[in-house]
């Protein structure tokens, strides 16, 4: 079983740790997601499973996907997306990804589409500081600035930075860490914030990145009285030792 699956933003939230101390958390309603298709190199040239996920009325679907639903003998879906594994012979067609195959503590991948923020002008897409709001500056305060050259080339260069359609781009988050699982209702908890709008299509995997998990431990109590009487204890051992050695 590979660790991937598809979900939906529902939104954000906290809780308190076991630590007791409050985690802002997203919640995600992941899976389950059938698989409709399995590809094989011989067949397809790579070696991939193609699942299914989100609730949408049959009359929604066109003839090429309602084929391909009706074929693997799964309902209907909103969206049909590819993952890439060497285990694909292992799956069956029919077969669901499920939210259980996580745990809390494992780390993930997510992307998601970021909002659309429709047009926007160069400091808000760029992050320009703007011209200064003194010295005769009355109307270019947010204005993005010169933006051509001198007699050579004479042309604004290609890939410059200007106003323009801002946000509606594929955002990845990686290593963020899974808080909670609840497989009754198809929950899953994110520690932070996830890309994209609510009732958004999000896709998880398994992390690339292999670090160590942070593991936070409560301080022993009386712990620092302990070091300060260790210290104490000490200290006329080392003042004998030092006026001996001199």
Same mark, same amino acid.
Request: charged letters at 20%; glycine letters at 14%; a positive charge.
């Given at each position: 079983m590979i660790k991937a699956i598809l979900a939906k933003k529902i939104g954000m939230t906290r809780i308190y740790d076991v630590h007791g101390q409050v985690v802002s958390v997203t919640v995600?309603? @992941?899976g389950p997601c059938p698989v409709t298709q399995v590809l094989t190199p011989a067949k397809h040239g790579y070696s991939a499973i193609q699942v299914s996920f989100g609730d949408v009325r049959e009359k929604s679907v066109n003839k090429p996907s309602a084929g391909i639903f009706k074929k693997a003998n799964v309902p209907a879906a909103k969206w049909v997306r590819e993952f890439r594994t060497d285990k694909a012979a292992s799956f069956q067609v029919?077969?669901?990804?499920?939210?259980?195959?996580? @745990?809390?503590?494992?780390?993930v991948d997510v992307f998601g589409t970021s909002k659309?923020?429709?047009f926007a002008?160069?400091?808000?897409?760029?992050?320009?500081?703007?011209g200064p709001s003194t010295h005769g500056q009355s109307d270019r305060a947010r204005a993005?600035?010169?933006?051509?050259?001198?007699t050579y080339p004479g042309r604004v260069f290609k890939g410059k930075k200007f106003p323009g359609h801002l946000g509606v781009e594929r955002v990845t988050?990686?290593?963020?860490?899974?808080?909670?699982?609840?497989?009754?209702?198809?929950?899953?908890?994110?520690?932070?914030?996830?890309?994209?709008?609510?009732?958004?299509?999000?896709?998880?995997?398994?992390?690339?990145k292999k670090t160590k998990k942070r593991i936070l431990r409560a301080p022993e109590?009386?712990?620092?009285?302990?070091?300060?009487?260790?210290?104490?204890?000490?200290?006329?051992?080392a003042a004998a030792k030092a006026k001996g050695g001199k």
């Open positions: 995600l309603q @992941a029919g077969q669901a990804l499920k939210v259980d195959s996580f @745990a809390a503590g494992d780390y659309g923020k429709g002008g160069a400091m808000k897409r760029w992050n320009f500081h703007g993005p600035g010169s933006s051509g050259s001198n988050v990686q290593h963020m860490e899974v808080v909670q699982i609840l497989p009754e209702q198809d929950l899953m908890l994110l520690k932070g914030a996830v890309p994209g709008p609510l009732q958004g299509l999000i896709t998880i995997r398994e992390t690339v109590p009386g712990k620092k009285e302990k070091k300060k009487e260790a210290a104490k204890a000490a200290a006329p051992a």
